[in-house]
């Protein structure tokens, strides 16, 4: 009988076999790229191994170690994946963002006198130059991105050896070094060099040795000593921020990421004790040397997201924002293992981020939420009666906080409970249900006997974003009508009885998130009941709230996040305009491209969901009670109706394409938000997808390429695996379609 030690080797040799061919493991960063390079999922090698798969998760994050006999069969499986897919950044002359010896500080060093750096070229001249760089970028491989860094400061740095200026120092750029963002015509993709008074970019990463990485390689020499004096000195000679992305806005507050040698330098704890409430006690000498300073904290506390400041005086905000690494600012499940990298790395990635989306104040939900705001602030500056200026409500923003109508509420809300006790479950007809597909349906007798030999799943690119574009929202109140006229122009809610509409039961219905015809009246955002009306349903509303005041109020938000998607996709190599072959190859090789570009990709659609999910943030605190407000309503971005609105639309477009396939014989066998499984007899999307006597794909379907709407290969399983799943596990095969839980990778 062979041993436990021979079955790991044969399960890790069948793996290999797959990928195609030291005992010593690499660094946690290097093993998650090679499994993920050898197109190994984290359940794959968590059965090969015998072990869970949070286990592989944490040893690819560092957060454990694997022993013996689990080791050695570990060691075997990296060895063969590292022979086979080497690091691409090292073999090209660029190291690896994860490599140990760039994370310890380096040494102060006598060095030559620089080369003189040249002044910055005049906008004439620079006019002129750029049809020069034309040329490289079209020679450029398809999958590899043309670097463009930002230009120098014009003031030179000094040598290491010397007193520093103002402490200003030049070392190593970062391994992971952003391109220049996308064409300087946006105002709000300008860079920050162009504003003096942020000429150091963003924000900045500081170390234990006082060096704060900032963007494009650049380093300053940190004196403070304590917290207060950061502060101080970050806002009187840091250079730091970012300038407004509306006119009427405000300039993003300079961001400084503290690393944990930082922080245990400037007397905070390797960890807060609070693990709930994630908060640095009021009674901590830190916050006693804030209050002494006369330096206020937010509502929130000291976490790991803090915002210090002093009252405005004079229209100059005073205010600091910082993310402490060692407690969790920096989300795995939104920007990967970032917060592991060197300083530099994780000033790159998130000065990416900054430059394309905004800069990092909280959660990727956070920023989600904040970006539309600073996009469309919610007041101006206008001339009173007697001509003076004063703050005035912005045309087409949220510009106060308003309480939704009683089926948009959730159940906490004051409106709901003064209707229902605590404990009621609302019927359809008093609720809105606007939520996404969760949908799967049992296999046909014809399905079963066709010949199928594989599950493909395709999922929609940034589809509640593209389900933003052009959609009117309410701006104001709602407005209660009984039995009105449907208006699919007028935004809000409408009781609709839709159970008479008769579709194809091999469709999930569009009007439930489970797929399920209705079986009489409910409440639906006027994005549903339109689309009902698409179909040929005659409507006639019981009721509706409906919100006279209107406007497309997200699509700023949508146009900024649409570019820095599309930005950073290019960055891994996959561009609008290719070919369906060419898109899938590329899609299957960006991973492997840059671990920091694939995080602020992760960070940019992270943002898109977290800050859609805030626009109906619940109460937070574990001493809210029933039917008491919580702070979150007292922001004018606090809408469900906006919410249901957007999630109705994302998932009526669903339906919409999977429509235009069945009329091709194409039906879905599983749908997960925006992730539709399909029965094929290969592989590979192409193996299904219908297509024009032209070669064009089926008008009105789903499309692969990148720009958001269209679709990308999700994942492929066999045959018996998806009838499985779904005959003797009753489990969403569109959950597992990928090889791993879609809820625990953030999907």
Not at 708 to 717: D, F, L
Request: proline share 12%.
């Amino acid at each position: 009988m062979p041993n436990e030690q021979d079955k790991l080797f044969a399960s890790v040799d069948a793996l290999l076999e797959h990928v195609a061919d030291q005992d010593a493991l690499p660094d946690p960063a290097e093993r998650r790229r090679l499994r993920e390079a050898g197109g190994l999922s984290q359940d794959q090698v968590a059965r090969a191994l015998s072990v869970r798969r949070e286990t592989v998760t944490s040893w690819e994050v560092g957060r454990t170690e694997p022993r013996p006999p689990k080791r050695a069969a570990y060691a075997r499986l990296l060895e063969g994946l590292a022979a086979r897919y080497p690091d691409v950044a090292t073999t090209a002359g660029c190291p690896a963002p994860t490599v140990p010896e760039a994370s310890a500080p380096t040494a102060p060093q006598p060095v030559a006198p620089e080369p003189a750096i040249p002044a910055p070229a005049a906008p004439e001249q620079a006019s002129a130059q750029a049809p020069a760089l034309a040329p490289a970028a079209a020679d450029a491989a398809p999958h590899q991105a043309v670097h463009t860094e930002p230009p120098p400061p014009s003031q030179r740095p000094a040598a290491r050896n010397a007193p520093p200026k103002n402490g200003l120092l030049k070392k190593t750029p970062p391994k992971y070094a952003p391109p220049k963002n996308t064409p300087p015509k946006k105002p709000a993709e300008a860079l920050t060099d162009t504003d003096p008074r942020f000429a150091h970019g963003p924000l900045g990463v500081l170390d234990e040795d006082g060096s704060l990485y900032c963007v494009g390689g650049l380093v300053l020499d940190c004196p403070a000593k304590t917290l207060p004096a950061l502060v101080e000195w970050t806002l009187s000679e840091a250079k730091l921020g970012a300038p407004r992305l509306h006119r009427s806005g405000k300039d993003a507050d300079p961001l400084i990421v503290l690393t944990a040698a930082a922080a245990g330098r400037l007397g905070l704890p390797a960890e807060l004790e609070d693990r709930r409430g994630l908060r640095l006690p009021e009674d901590h000498q830190v916050i006693k040397q804030l209050a002494r300073a006369e330096w206020k904290l937010t509502r929130r506390g000291f976490g790991p997201w803090a915002r210090i400041y002093r009252p405005t005086e004079g229209g100059r905000r005073q205010c600091v924002q910082l993310a402490v690494l060692p407690w969790g600012a920096l989300d795995e499940r939104s920007w990967g293992a970032t917060g592991q990298l060197p300083p530099a790395d994780v000033a790159a990635v998130l000065g990416s981020y900054a430059q394309r989306v905004i800069t990092p104040l909280g959660s990727t939900a956070v920023c989600g939420l904040e970006l539309m705001t600073a996009l469309r602030p919610p007041t101006r500056a206008v001339k009173n009666a007697s001509g003076s200026w004063e703050s005035g409500p912005m045309p087409g923003s949220l510009t106060e906080a308003v309480d939704p109508a009683p089926p948009e509420a959730p159940m906490e809300h004051p409106v709901v409970a003064a209707r229902y006790p605590r404990f009621h479950e609302r019927t359809p007809d008093q609720v809105v249900d606007e939520e996404a597909y969760d949908w799967f349906r049992p296999l046909t007798d014809e399905e079963c006997t066709a010949g199928y030999t594989h599950a493909v799943g395709l999922d929609v690119n940034m589809a509640f974003a593209a389900a933003a574009n052009r959609l009117l929202v309410g701006l104001g109140p709602a407005t209660h009508e009984k039995r009105p006229d449907f208006d699919p122009k007028l935004p809000g809610s409408w009781l609709v009885d839709l159970s008479h509409l008769d579709l194809d039961p091999r469709l999930p219905s569009p009007f439930t998130p489970k797929g399920i015809r209705p079986t009489g009246p409910a409440w639906y955002s006027t994005s549903t009941v339109a689309y009902a009306v698409e179909l040929g349903a005659r409507v006639q509303p019981a009721e509706a709230y409906v919100r006279p005041e209107s406007g497309a109020y997200l699509d700023p938000w949508y146009t900024r996040l649409r570019d820095a998607y599309l930005a950073t996709m290019a960055d891994l190599g996959v561009t609008t305009g290719m070919t369906d072959e060419d898109f899938l190859a590329a899609m299957a090789r960006r991973k492997n491209v840059d671990p920091g570009r694939a995080a602020v990709l992760s960070a940019i659609k992270s943002s898109v969901k977290g800050g859609i999910g805030k626009l109906r943030e619940r109460p937070q605190s574990a001493k809210h009670k029933h039917g008491e407000r919580w702070p979150a309503l007292e922001r004018p971005t606090w809408s469900p109706h906006i919410r249901a609105e957007l999630i109705g639309k994302a998932r009526t477009n669903m339906h919409r394409k999977m429509t235009r396939l069945a009329a091709a014989g194409l039906f879905p066998v599983a749908v997960l938000s925006d992730c539709a499984v399909y029965l094929s007899r290969g592989p590979s999307p192409l193996d299904f997808l219908p297509y024009t006597p032209e070669g064009k794909p089926v008008p009105g379907g789903f499309r692969l390429g990148v720009s958001p709407g269209m679709v990308k290969h999700e994942g492929t399983q066999d045959f018996l695996w998806l009838a499985s799943m779904i005959e003797d596990e009753q489990i969403n095969p569109a959950r597992h379609i990928k090889g791993t839980d879609a809820a625990a990778d953030g999907e």
